[in-house]
């Protein structure tokens, strides 16, 4: 088996280092799949279910609440329209994370996979880090946007993604001890951020 789960920080580079490990140890790379089986299970646009991980403005608490909005209206309108709550969404990538994961085979960025998998035996979990002032220069060379716009992007997304693994499985995204390696990406080149996963994939048992 070689199942190696990623939380990337923003700015980490895990959208390039992800792709060229799983190039490396010949498995599927495991990002918008996700998003797609997400997508299809709830029946939802791929750019819906792809702006739930990465909302263009709401923090977490924001799409939790949005999501309660107009249940009450006390109008005899009828069967509400269907909707999907954001445990909807938990639920649909968690189901297609561990799918991947029963392959035995796979790189999987992000979708709260290093929690979901967490307590399956042989699956490497990793978190690409670093100084935040590092995370931002790269980001903002990878991405080209202004130091104000990439602040606030990294902000967000930090915080949001924080929100998310400590509201659905009761972990802080930073502790240590959910991961196997964690990775100062800001301080590496890619290269050597992809072979120091290889050699963890290949020693954990």
Same mark, same amino acid.
């Given at each position: 088996? +070689?199942?190696?789960?990623?939380? $990337?920080?923003?700015?980490?580079?895990?959208?390039?280092? @992800? %792709?060229?490990?799983?190039?490396?140890?010949?498995?599927?790379?495991?990002?918008?799949?996700?998003?797609?089986?997400?997508?299809?299970? !709830?029946?939802?646009?791929?750019?819906?279910?792809?702006?739930?991980? #990465?909302?263009?403005?709401?923090?977490? !608490?924001e799409r939790i609440l949005?999501?309660?909005?107009?249940?009450?209206?006390?109008?005899?309108?009828? %069967?509400? /329209?269907?909707?999907?709550? /954001?445990?909807?969404?938990?639920? $649909?990538?968690?189901?297609?994370? !561990?799918?991947?994961?029963? +392959? @035995?085979?796979?790189?999987?960025?992000?979708?709260? =996979?290093?929690?979901?998998?967490?307590?399956?035996?042989?699956? !490497?979990?990793?978190?690409? &880090?670093? /100084? =935040?002032?590092?995370?931002?220069? +790269?980001?903002?060379?990878?991405?080209?946007?202004? #130091?104000?716009?990439? &602040?606030?992007?990294?902000?967000?997304?930090?915080?949001?993604?924080?929100?998310?693994?400590?509201?659905?499985?009761?972990?802080?995204?930073?502790? %240590?001890?959910?991961?196997?390696? +964690?990775?100062?990406? &800001?301080?590496?080149?890619? @290269? /050597?951020?992809?072979?120091?996963?290889?050699?963890?994939?290949?020693?954990?048992?």
């Open positions: 088996m +070689t199942v190696v789960a990623i939380s $990337a920080a923003y700015g980490a580079r895990g959208g390039i280092i @992800g %792709p060229e490990l799983a190039d490396r140890l010949a498995v599927p790379f495991v990002d918008r799949v996700i998003t797609n089986k997400v997508a299809v299970a !709830l029946e939802v646009s791929v750019e819906e279910a792809h702006q739930y991980w #990465e909302p263009p403005k709401q923090s977490f !608490l949005s999501s309660f909005h107009g249940v009450d209206t006390g109008a005899p309108v009828g %069967p509400p /329209p269907q909707t999907n709550s /954001p445990e909807d969404f938990r639920r $649909a990538a968690e189901a297609a994370v !561990l799918e991947q994961a029963s +392959t @035995g085979v796979g790189v999987i960025l992000g979708r709260g =996979s290093v929690a979901a998998l967490r307590d399956y035996p042989h699956v !490497l979990r990793v978190r690409l &880090t670093g /100084p =935040s002032e590092e995370r931002l220069a +790269t980001a903002m060379e990878l991405s080209g946007l202004d #130091e104000q716009e990439a &602040t606030a992007a990294m902000r967000r997304l930090d915080r949001y993604h924080a929100d998310y693994m400590r509201a659905f499985y009761d972990v802080d995204i930073d502790d %240590p001890a959910l991961y196997h390696l +964690t990775i100062d990406a &800001t301080a590496l080149d890619v @290269g /050597p951020c992809v072979e120091l996963i290889v050699t963890a994939s290949r020693a954990i048992r």
